[in-house]
Structures are given as C-alpha cells and as structure tokens.
C-alpha cells in the first residue's frame, strides 16, 4: 500500500484518507487468499488463518472456506469499525496503561500457544519456536545498538523479515515438496465457487467471531500488537470453547472464522492508537500515518478538534472500506480460485513467479530472494521430519518484542525481576500465559501417556 | 528413527556454534545487566536440551517400531527447484525481470511433468508478460531491469 | 506484493482517477532511507513543489530502504558524480556507516548543502512533577533516573548519554523502536524524560500532554520562547541533527554552484517558511565547503563517542 502514497499527494486530505483507509483495509484482508489457497500468508496476521484454510482447500472445500473467511473478516472488520468510533477516548486510555513489563507479558502469551499449534509433538514444536527465537535475534541489538550475528552485512541490518521466513517456509517449501508427486484431481464445479455461509453456518461460526472481536479489540488498542498475536489467542480459544475441539487443524470454519475475525477487527482498532496517539501498531498503519502527515495532518488528540471532517471521513471510508472488501473479495476470490485450479505444472511456475516477484517488492532485494529460498529449502526438511512451522513463525514474529521489553524492563527497575509482578497488567497477562502452558504441558504428557499405554 | 536423530544432532551442533556466535560478540558500555548475548545463550541452551530429548526420544521409539518411511521425491529433483530459484537471482540483474520470469515459469513447469509443447511455451511468455504488467507496470515497483534499462 | 490483491485494484482505481498520475522522468534524483511516510520522506516531498520555484528541472523521491540506509549510500555513492543523483542526509547515515562497516560509507559521499537542523528537545509529560531539566536531574541524584531515547544507537541515544556524564548522575537509559514508542512510555510516566525532534511530538505538545524541559541546540526555539536551552541550565552540550544533501564524489562545480544559489533564495520562500516553520524545522543553510568540513567533524564526534562506548572498536 506504500505504493499507493505518491498518488494521493495531490488530493484533497479527506479524498486521500478515505482512500488510504480503503486500501489499508484491503491490503489487512488480502493476506488470507493466499494463506488458503496456498498455504501462504501474506500478512503475518494471516498466519492463523492457513491451519484451518487450507485443511479446507485440501478437502476441496476452498471456495466455502474463502466464504467464512470473507463473511467473518467482514463482520470483524464491523466490530472493530464500532469500537473504533464509539471507543476511541476511553481507549486510547487503555493504550497508555502499557509499559515495558506489559508488552513483555503480552509476548510471552502469543507465545503460550505454542503447545496448541504444535501438532502431534511439543518438543519438535518447542525447537522450532527456539529456532524462530534466534532468527529474531539476527539483527541490531535492541539496547546497544550493535549488530548481532549479521556477519557484516548490511543487508542484515534490520533483521529477517518474518514475511520472508513464511513465504519460505509455506510457499516454497510446499513448491519443493509437491516436486515429484502426481498432479491432483481437477476440482469439481462446485468447489470452484465461493459459497457465503448460510444460516446454520452463521450460528456455529458466531461464538468464535465474537471470540475473534474481543481479542482484536484487545490487540488493536496496544500500539505495536499488529495482530499476530490476537489471531492465534482467538483461535487456541474458539477451539477451547467449541462444540467438535477435535476438528480444528483438520478443517473446522471455526479455526477460520475467530482468527480472521480477530485480524479484521485489529484492522479497525490499530487505528486507536494511531488516531489518538500517533503511533502506528503495524507497517500498513504506519504508511496511513506518512499519508495524514504529507496532507498537514497531525494525529494526536488535536485531530478530533481541528479536522473532525477528516477523522468522519475515514470513518466513512472504512465503513465503505468494509463492504466493498466484500464485494471486491467475492469478485477477486473467482479468478483466484479458478487460478489454483490450473494443471499443476503450470500451478506451480506461478506460484515460483509470484512468490519471487513478490519478495523483490518487498525492498527491492534480491538478496531477500535468496533468504526466501533458504527458508523453502529449510521447509522441506521441517515438512519431512514432520515439525511444525507455526512455532517458528511466532518465534520470528515476537522474539523482537519479547527480548527488547524484557531487557527495557529490567533497565528501567535496575535488574529488578519483580517488575514485572509489581506491574498488575503484566502479572495479570503472566499469569493467562502460565495457566495456558501447565495446561498445554498436561495435555500433551496426557496425550503422551495414552499413546504408549 | 534416524532422520530425528541426524535432525537433532543439527540443532545440537546449531546451538552450539550459535552460543559460541553470541560468547564472542563485543562488550559495549551502552549495554544492560542481560547484555546482546543473554537471551541469545539461554536460548541456545534450551536448543541443546530440546535436542538431546529429541534424540533420546527417537532412539527409544527406534527400538519398538521401525517406521515405515513415506514416498518423497528423490533430493536431486528438490534441489533442482532450489536451484532454479538461485538462478533467477543471478540471472535477472542480466536478461530483466520479464524474460526471467518467463524462464523461470517455463523451467518450473517443465520440471513439474508439463510436456515441451507450444501451449506451455505459450504460457510461460504470457506469464512474463503478465507479471510484468502487474508489479512494473501497474503496481509501479521497479524489478531487476536487465538489458531492458 | 503478495499480501494484498485488492490494493491492487484499489490502486488500478486511483491511477484512472488521477488520471495516470505517471510521473515525468527525472532531471534529478533525491535517494533517501526513508520509507514512504516516513520523516525524511515526507520532508522531501514537501519540499519539492517549492524547490521547482527557486530550480529549474524536475526532481523526484526515490526510497531505497534496506540496511538502515546501507544500500541507499551504496547507490548513490555507485551513481556517475552529475549531480543527478543525490543523498537526503540525516546523522542516520553517518551511524550506520560507522556501526556496521558497509561497503559504502559517508565518506565516500560528498557534503553538497545542508539545508535545516531539526531541533532536539528534551520532555516529560504534562502532568508529571518535573518542571525543568534541572528537576530531572535532581531527581536522578538522588534515586534511579528513568531516560529514554528513541533509538539504541543514534543521535539521541548520544545526546542522553553524554546528559547523564555531565551531570554526573544516576540514571537508566532506555531505547526504543522509534519516537512514538518512547512517547507513549513518557506518557504513562515510566519516563521521567525523553527526547526526540519537535516533529515527532507535535500532536501531543499541541493537545498540552507534554511539556518542554530544554532545548539541546544553540540557542532557543523561536516557537517556544520560554524554553531554555540546555546550556542555560547548566548542562553543555548542543547537538545538530542536519537534513541536507550530498552526492557521489567528483560532482562538477557547476552544480555545486547551482544548489548554492537555489537553497538560501529557497529558505526564504514565504510560503515554504511557513511550511518549515510551522514543522519545527530551523534553516541551517550551508555552503558546500562549509558542510564538508562540518560533516567531517560529526563523523569523527560520533565515531569517538562510540567507539568510547565500546560499541564499536
């Protein structure tokens, strides 16, 4: 959406709002097609989404789960669009209430489900989170400011973009593993269709989109959540509150349903922040906010006072954002769906294409190209050993947030470890994260036990 | 089991040189108690833990059953894949993106049990075309321009 | 990219309503780190239109992010030396050639002219007991100082470090990922100060959430009057965070020439000194040889500072 920038220059402020708001909704919705279809992210918040998705599309029901996901990231969107304007100052409160301890805290929950998306076995998941982990540390330092483990080079300045590990990971990897098997079955019509949820789909999917809502709203608010986090919380705990648990991960409109709930609704209330505070909570938040400044527009709690016409006229564009994300979803997901229906061969030189094309977009590197491929190439021998990539991808996705917090944490009280007791939101968020974790480690030795009984 | 003990004697090894990494990175006065290389250690330590239960894990189910291993493709086929991908690196600064792209859609699909036919032909240079409509053309983000400059 | 196929529709709209919007090619280039949005790009874009006033020919924007600005030097250092391809300099370049050693370095870009200084101000929350910067340090005399500065090894983080050594205090410095991050921290009061450019805090000093402490430049901000510069309270430093240009190395006197004579007239532009003005952004015209030899000081300032650190050897 950065790219959209330069073009909105000329335009009325509240012309360009509105039209940097719809595209910020798009571009936040646009990254669980692929996650579906295949099995490719393309936001990290999408990451959720590709457990159940593409269970679905495996079992040829692509074109029914492009439709929950479509329906729940709307009524998310929704949600999130209420909160937003009723909300904002209470808050934007809220926001401040988090400090170094906290963000820590909250880290260390998205982390927490690890055990829940690690299939079969908590070790092989536990060492891919720890391999995730040390690709966040690869980077600048982020208290002393030298380099870690970049090997001098500049490229690796900034870190590995956790985009480039899950597009390895998932898009290529899956590209070397299908080398060499039988092409598939061409899909039926009917498959090849989006199909909205009908009525009875809309009753068993509605506790986990609530579930979604609440935990994005939760996310949204804090300034630098981006959404990751809310998606996977919604989903350990729509499965936690379903009627049929057992059929998350193999294809449940539930598991579509609360992540992308979750990641629609952290769309909206990212803005909170932004809006009130001037802090954006994610790399597309952060292009809207280059758009108000290039317009004169300083966001802050000024904005409601000198350009109300501007903060109603993004309120209207996402609102207009929202439907016509449903509309254009329904009329873009068609061509998508019949795309992946093509003879493989030639499936697969697309997706080739498009995923290095896309990795060049990135910030023009081609050495960012030859990371990708050195995650595909890691994904194949994951895939074959059978260990899970999502505890790496929530490595890579919060190993940052979780080591500069826990050391700006300790700098602030001088080494002191009962920070992080002493501040109520963190224990409080501690205390969720230990619970999920005794509870995980219980399952799994439950699980454990029965398999060799 | 032996691929998960060959798996995990490479975290063991990787957690080993990555410790050995983050014990020689420079003391800084700017630094906190944890330091750059703190959580570095502590997670490099847990690697090797997780790796020797690995290990030990797989030794023992070694013991009961001998599994019965999956059809894959041979490696060859898998790094040839790879290696197409390498050779888009290194080629498209040279022929530009476009023809690149093509290359790579027709290498791609030849690989994967597409026939040399002219419709695959026909498929790889639209495709070419297409990506370059999309990204250069439409989405205005410059890709390697080659010879085309 | 990958993620989003509406935007591209969403954008194949917006080029038919903008008519085509394509932009004309180049005269010359500006290349800056910066990502779109981001605040040398935003400085320079708007700047531009009134540029084209005071200089013939078109310029544009070119961001080439990467590298915290690794691959930005590299390319202009790489570019032929006509002056059509230039460097938006800010100290960030000078950081990140002395931290990590790339290829490319500031020196092997020439100093063109500089253009503005952006001003640093050191700040607390408005509600918070601390009136002035000698309140802070007190404080940090007697118990723990909490500090924060918007990046781990950067202008700011300097400017902290080099306040806590004159004053001979207590006090724990912490980074962050950008200014917004520390504002918030200084909001809720885990901060007893930060610092950062006017710029950044702009929307909550006009909504009366923060107070200025001091001012860390030579002299006080015409905006704020009341605010006294470090030095008058007693702390010697003054820091210059420069926005300029420079160029690949050998560029023609002709050109050099040109940029001389169009800034000074552009500074006094009315309608873009409101601009700067009203962006807190003091003109600091300097003349190529001026900016050379200036530019050769910071470096060697910055590099003694870190290398004193021990964060560099």
């Known amino acids: 959406m950065a790219l959209l920038l330069p073009f909105t220059y000329g335009m009325d402020p ?40 593409y269970a679905m599309k495996q079992q040829g029901r692509a074109g029914e789960a492009l439709g929950i996901s479509l329906y729940s990231g709307f009524v998310g969107g ?35 489900v690890i055990g829940s998306v690690s299939g079969g076995s908590l070790v092989k998941g536990l060492i891919a989170a720890l391999l995730g982990l040390m690709i966040a540390t690869i980077g600048t330092d982020p208290v002393t400011g030298t380099s870690r483990f970049t090997f001098g080079s500049p490229e690796l300045l900034s870190g590995i973009p956790p985009i480039l590990v899950m597009v390895g990971l998932f898009a290529i990897g899956e590209l070397l593993a299908q080398t060499g098997e039988p092409g598939w079955e061409k899909a039926s019509a009917d498959s090849a269709r989006i199909r909205f949820p009908g009525p009875a789909m809309w009753k068993r999917i509605a506790r986990p989109q609530a579930i979604g809502s609440v935990m994005g709203t939760i996310e949204g608010v804090m300034p630098g959540g981006g959404g990751t986090i809310s998606a996977f919380l919604a989903y350990n705990e729509a499965r936690r509150w379903s009627s049929h648990p057992e059929e998350f991960g193999k294809g449940s ?54 350009n109300p016409e501007v903060v109603t006229g993004l309120y209207w564009g996402l609102l207009v954002a929202n439907i016509a994300m449903l509309i254009l979803g329904y009329l873009i997901m068609t061509p998508c769906l019949w795309l992946v229906n093509r003879p493989k061969p030639y499936l697969m030189g697309f997706i080739y294409a498009f995923v290095v094309s896309g990795v060049y977009s990135i910030e023009g590197s081609l050495f ?47 080494g002191d470890h009962s920070t992080f007791l002493r501040d109520p939101l963190a224990a409080g968020l501690l205390l969720v994260a230990v619970t999920f974790i005794v509870v995980t480690v219980v399952r799994h030795l439950r699980a454990g036990r029965e398999a060799t009984a | 089991m032996r691929r998960e003990i060959v798996f995990g004697g490479a975290t063991l090894v990787l957690s080993a040189v990555y410790y050995w990494l983050a014990d020689r990175l420079p003391v800084s006065q700017l630094s906190d108690a944890i330091g750059p290389e703190g959580l570095p250690k502590i997670y490099a330590l847990a690697l090797a833990a997780l790796s020797f239960i690995l290990i030990i894990g797989a030794v023992a189910d070694r013991r009961r059953a001998a599994q019965a291993s999956e059809s894959r493709a041979p490696l060859s086929r898998v790094a040839g894949v790879l290696l197409m991908g390498v050779a888009y690196i290194v080629l498209a600064p ?56 | ?39 040398s790009d935003v400085f320079l874009r708007e700047m531009i239109p009134h540029l084209s006033r005071v200089m013939s020919g078109t310029v544009i924007v070119d961001n080439i992010q990467g590298g915290s600005g690794a691959k930005a030097i590299a390319t202009v250092a790489a570019a032929a030396p006509d002056g059509r391809t230039l460097y938006a300099t800010t100290p960030t370049y000078i950081y990140t050639s002395l931290l990590s050693r790339p290829e490319a370095r500031y020196t092997d870009l020439e100093p063109l002219v500089n253009l503005f200084f952006d001003p640093e101000v050191l700040y607390t929350a408005a509600d918070s007991r601390f009136r002035s910067l000698r309140d802070v340090l007190d404080h940090a005399r007697t118990g723990p100082g909490r500090w924060g500065a918007a990046n781990p090894a950067s202008l700011e983080r300097q400017v902290m470090e080099q306040i806590k050594q004159k004053a001979g205090v207590n006090a724990a410095i912490t980074t962050f990922e950008g200014g917004g991050d520390m504002l918030l921290n200084v909001l809720n009061h885990t901060l007893d100060m930060g610092v950062g450019e006017l710029q950044e805090i702009r929307g909550q000093l006009d909504a009366g959430r923060i107070r200025l402490l001091a001012v860390v430049g030579q002299a006080r901000l015409p905006q704020f009057p009341d605010v006294a510069t470090a030095r008058e309270q007693g702390i010697d430093l003054a820091v210059r965070k420069f926005r300029g240009l420079a160029g690949p190395k050998g560029m023609p006197a002709e ?51 870190l290398q004193d650190a021990g964060v560099i050897e």
């Open chain 2, 94 to 149: 040279w022929i530009g993106y476009p023809v690149a792209i093509a290359a790579l859609i027709a290498a791609t699909t030849y690989y994967q049990g597409g026939a040399f036919t002219r419709e695959a032909a026909l498929v790889a240079v639209s495709g070419g075309v297409l990506f370059w409509l999309l990204f250069v053309v439409l989405m205005g983000i410059e890709q390697p321009a080659g010879i085309w400059r």
């Open chain 1, 78 to 112: 929704i949600v999130g669009l209420v909160v937003l304007v009723l909300l904002t100052e209470p808050l934007s409160r809220v926001a401040l209430a988090f400090t170094p301890p906290a963000y820590f805290a909250l880290g260390v929950l998205g982390l927490s």
């Open chain 3, 255 to 305: 050109v050099i020439a040109a940029w001389e004579a169009a800034v000074p007239k552009l500074l006094e532009d009315p309608a873009y000194r409101k601009l700067y003005m009203d962006n807190s952004l003091q003109p600091g015209y300097m003349t190529h040889a001026e900016y050379v030899a200036f530019m050769q000081k910071f470096g060697a300032d910055t590099q003694a500072f």
């Open chain 1, 14 to 53: 509240t012309v360009a709002v509105v039209l940097l708001a719809a595209t910020y909704v798009g571009a936040e919705y646009g990254g669980s097609i692929p996650a579906i279809l295949i099995r490719t992210p393309g936001t990290n918040a999408a990451a959720a989404t590709v457990l159940d998705g």
């Open chain 3, 1 to 39: 990219m990958i993620r989003s196929r509406h935007a591209v529709l969403l954008f194949a709209l917006a080029a038919t309503a903008c008519g085509g919007g394509g932009e004309t090619r180049t005269v010359t280039r500006v290349v800056t780190h910066s990502s779109p949005g981001g605040g």
């Open chain 1, 253 to 306: 409109p539930e598991g579509i349903a609360a992540p992308e709930a979750a990641n629609n609704t952290v769309a909206c209330t990212a803005l909170i922040p932004m809006l009130s505070l001037g802090i954006p909570s994610s790399n597309s938040s952060a292009v809207l906010l280059g758009g108000f400044l290039i317009h004169g527009l300083v966001p802050g709690p000024m904005l409601f006072v000198r």
């Open chain 1, 368 to 414: 960012h190209v030859g990371v990708a491929l050195g995650f595909g190439a890691l994904g194949y021998v994951m895939r074959y050993l059978k260990i899970p990539f999502l505890p790496m991808v929530l490595g890579v996705v919060l190993g940052f947030l979780v080591e500069s917090n826990y050391r700006r944490a300790l700098v602030l009280s001088s």
